[in-house]
């Protein structure tokens, strides 16, 4: 009698860690397609994405390189003071877009260019998404809102 409560004790715990493993499992294949990594402009042109990889990238809309094509279709380069990566578009620019600001774009590369789903710009005088000023930080590009 000792002998099959044990046994069937084990059986319970292997299935139980057998439906854990299966539940964690399907949850981390659920969230992979959910994830987004950011990098900056200098991040991309030292170690370019893998084909078809969705990311979030981010700097300054570099001066004069605002170009708006027929309709939504946009295009912009991103910098981080070291490097630029040309970014198009096709969709309404939030309403604070602008040359000179702050901006995170999602989407992937086709061949030497940013083609984003979704772009994102500051949303107040003084707001930059802290993925954007450490890379300005790093680069040597950051001065704040304040002067310093």
């Known amino acids: 009698m000792k002998g099959l409560k044990k046994r069937r004790r ?3 715990v292997v299935v139980a860690a057998l439906a854990l493993a299966f539940a964690t499992a399907l949850v981390g ?18 170690s370019p994405p893998a084909e078809g990889e969705v990311f979030r990238i981010g700097g300054l809309v570099e001066a004069g390189s605002l170009v708006r094509g027929q309709g939504e279709a946009v295009s912009f380069r991103i910098t ?8 198009r578009y096709r969709g309404i620019l939030p309403d604070l877009f602008g040359e000179g ?9 086709a061949g030497d ?33 304040d002067g310093g």
């Open 80 to 87: 981080d003071g070291t490097a630029t990566v040309t970014v």
């Open 29 to 46: 294949h659920a969230l992979r397609g959910g994830i987004s990594f950011f990098r900056s402009p200098s991040e991309v042109a030292l």
């Open 10 to 12: 084990i059986q319970i």
């Open 113 to 145: 260019v940013f083609e984003a789903r979704e772009v994102l710009a500051k949303h107040d005088e003084t707001y930059m998404p802290r993925e954007v000023v450490e890379a300005l930080k790093e680069q040597g590009h950051w001065m704040a809102p």
């Open 101 to 109: 600001q702050g901006t995170v774009a999602t989407g992937r590369m």
